[in-house]
């Protein structure tokens, strides 16, 4: 089983649609947990940090579930913008330091 | 503010020939660094980190080399590229005493013929 695990999607709804990504990690010792976005040919940028009580950030919020070991991310409203890849990262700690593992991201596409 | 820089941004190498990319980061002291390759359509594979001067972790054992020189200073390197070492090469920050949150480079293409 894969460290951390995304659907790649693509994911292809018109503008104003809500879209949910999920994503699984193993590792249950993980201890921070984040979304990135990244456009083509782009570094990753930090979208948002993900919190066991959930985190909202105008059209997106985000979800913890340490139970089941998955984190998602809710986008509403979408918008042109909003097309890129999503990715997910869990945060192992290994001797004192966070050694970031990512997904393969999500794949969105916002039309017309 | 901190900032993060790393060079080049693109190069074309021909199989067998030595690599060197360089990272520095400013405004901040002691930073975790990190080297991750992105295959094309693939995800980020963390290749090399470090807590300190000196101090490398290997992720992945291949023909790449990485080293820091300096607090803020983190270098990607190979003797010999294969063809296999195409793809996005990204340098990342974070802080020794935060969350875990990384702060990437714009990034260098590479391209080995």
């Known amino acids: 089983r894969k460290e951390v695990e995304q659907d790649p999607g693509p994911f292809n709804v018109p503008e104003g649609a809500t879209v949910a990504f999920n994503c699984t990690y193993s590792?249950?010792?993980?201890?921070?947990f984040f979304w990135y976005r990244q456009d083509c040919r782009k570094e990753p940028k930090l979208l948002m940090s993900?919190?066991?009580s959930g985190n909202e950030d105008g059209r997106f919020t985000a979800q913890l579930n340490r139970a089941s070991q998955y984190i998602s991310l809710l986008i509403r409203d979408s918008k042109l913008s909003d097309s890129a890849t999503y990715l997910c990262?869990?945060?192992?700690?290994?001797?004192?330091?966070?050694?970031?593992?990512f997904g393969r991201g999500t794949s969105l596409i916002v039309h017309p | 503010s901190q900032t993060i820089h790393q060079w080049p941004a693109t190069l074309v190498q021909p199989v067998g020939s030595p690599l060197s990319l360089e990272c520095t980061v400013e405004g901040t002291s002691n930073p975790n660094l990190y080297w991750y390759r992105q295959a094309a359509g693939r995800g980020l594979q963390l290749l090399f980190y470090s807590v300190g001067i000196g101090q490398i972790s290997s992720e992945v054992p291949q023909n790449l080399s990485a080293s820091r020189p300096q607090d803020r200073q983190f270098i990607l390197s190979s003797k010999k590229l294969l063809l296999s070492d195409s793809g996005f090469y990204l340098c990342?920050?974070?802080?020794?005493?935060?969350?875990?949150?990384?702060?990437f480079g714009e990034g260098s293409r590479l391209t080995v013929l």
């Open positions: 993900v919190y066991s």
């Open positions: 590792n249950s010792a993980s201890q921070s």
């Open positions: 990262v869990v945060n192992p700690r290994s001797g004192g330091s966070y050694i970031p593992t």
């Open positions: 990342a920050w974070s802080g020794s005493g935060n969350t875990g949150e990384l702060f």
